[in-house]
Nanobody, 114 residues
Framework: QVQLVESGGGLVQPGGSLRLSCAAT????????MGWYRQAPGKQRELVATINNGGSANYVDSVKGRFTISRDNAKNTVYLQMNSLKPEDTAVYYC????????WGQGTQVTVSS
């Protein structure tokens, strides 16, 4: 059974940083491209970043230079380091395979506000 457990969200001031983690079980983690997605209130869920099993990463333009995705295949965990956070980064953040699989975790809330 696929399980994705996100953690690390919180309330942070503009310009601050957070590091999100996602622990994955129930599938061969190292075989999949993984992604971080986010959903802001009233908006569709969007892809933020992806990383393949070799560590090659891609980002949506709005987070380039500020966010860094990484993975630890030994721990079946994917991370998202978020720096220089902006209010428009406020959303629930989720991890999933890329292209997205049918299973989602509960997500972790990130709120950027002064």
């Amino acid at each position: 059974q696929v399980q994705l457990v996100e953690s690390g969200g919180g309330l942070v001031q503009p310009g601050g940083s957070l590091r999100l983690s996602c622990a994955a079980t129930g599938f061969t983690f190292s075989s999949y491209v993984m992604g971080w997605y986010r959903q802001a209130p009233g908006k569709q869920r969007e892809l933020v970043a992806t990383i393949n099993n070799g560590g090659s990463a891609n980002y949506v333009d709005s987070v380039k230079g500020r966010f860094t995705i990484s993975r630890d295949n030994a721990k079946n965990t994917v991370y998202l380091q978020m720096n220089s956070l902006k209010p428009e980064d406020t959303a629930v953040y989720y991890c999933n395979r890329y292209p997205r699989g049918p299973y989602w975790g509960q997500g972790t809330q990130v709120t950027v506000s002064s």
